[in-house]
């Protein structure tokens, strides 16, 4: 019993001192990585608080955290405990983060610029959607249009690539293997969860039980269009290759290689 009650009292002094950290999960990059996917996987595995909804307003961007508001870091840093938030912003310079922990998605970025341009002709204009005209392209002109104006996208895919402090997961690697991938964020977040809870947190996240569609059942009207990986071969073409290497001195392709989603130039 005496034992027992060693036990107990060495919990709680680490439950005291876990608590007195500030214990804060950044889930950050561009859109249409699968960023909301991992946000409530991890939200769901800690049991984090979700503090989105309770954040002052002139820090949120359509109920995502920005991170580049002096603001947002004093805040951030006045918070106890474990708690979740999402962000789209550029990451904050490694010397200004604290003691929050930043988790990021990446992903081929030729899947994001086809999730990107279904997401933006449904999406209000009012809420960032790039508006009917934009809807009324063809798809491969949509593809092109995006590709040579995305520069908001392309920029925080690199940013949150190179940053060096925030584990890093791939979507493929997510989709395919998500126990493996899941247990990695579990060791770099320090979190005690066994395999079995995992499992159960993954089936409950899935495409199918989110969308009630199993993946690769499109539905071009939904946030949830498609979840599969390597959509793009079924939309570029010769012009969307040529754009996609070309435009913007690169960028896009030079990701794609750095990603190590293509081992040449030339692919």
Not at 71 to 82: A, I, N, T
Request: charged letters at 30%.
């Amino acid at each position: 019993m005496a034992l027992i009650h060693k036990v107990s009292k060495q919990c709680l002094k680490l439950k005291r001192k876990l608590c007195k950290e500030n214990k804060v999960i950044v889930v950050g990059t561009a859109h249409k990585v699968g960023s909301t996917w991992l946000f409530n996987l991890v939200k769901n595995l800690g049991h984090f608080e979700e503090i989105n909804q309770q954040l002052p307003a002139q820090l949120l961007d359509n109920k995502t955290l920005l991170l580049d508001r002096p603001e947002s870091l004093e805040y951030l840093s006045s918070l106890k405990g474990y708690k979740i938030f999402k962000s789209h912003s550029y990451p904050l310079p490694s010397g200004s983060i604290g003691k929050i922990k930043y988790l990021t998605i990446y992903r081929d970025p030729r899947d994001v610029i086809i999730s990107s341009i279904f997401y933006l002709s449904n999406l209000d204009i009012k809420r960032g959607g790039w508006g009917e005209e934009f809807g009324r392209l063809s798809e491969k002109k949509r593809i092109i249009t995006f590709i040579e104006k995305g520069d908001f996208c392309v920029s925080r895919l690199e940013k949150w690539y190179h940053v060096p402090y925030a584990g890093k997961i791939s979507y493929e690697k997510l989709k395919e293997n998500p126990l493996v991938a899941l247990k990695t964020i579990v060791a770099f977040l320090k979190l005690r969860i066994n395999d079995r809870t995992i499992k159960e947190v993954i089936s409950h996240n899935s495409f199918k039980s989110r969308s009630g569609r199993k993946a690769g059942d499109e539905n071009k009207n939904n946030i949830l269009r498609k979840g599969i990986v390597g959509d793009w071969k079924n939309y570029f073409n010769k012009d969307c290759t040529y754009a996609f290497k070309h435009a913007k001195e690169g960028r896009w392709n030079k990701l794609l290689i750095e990603m190590g989603y293509e081992q040449s130039p030339d692919w």
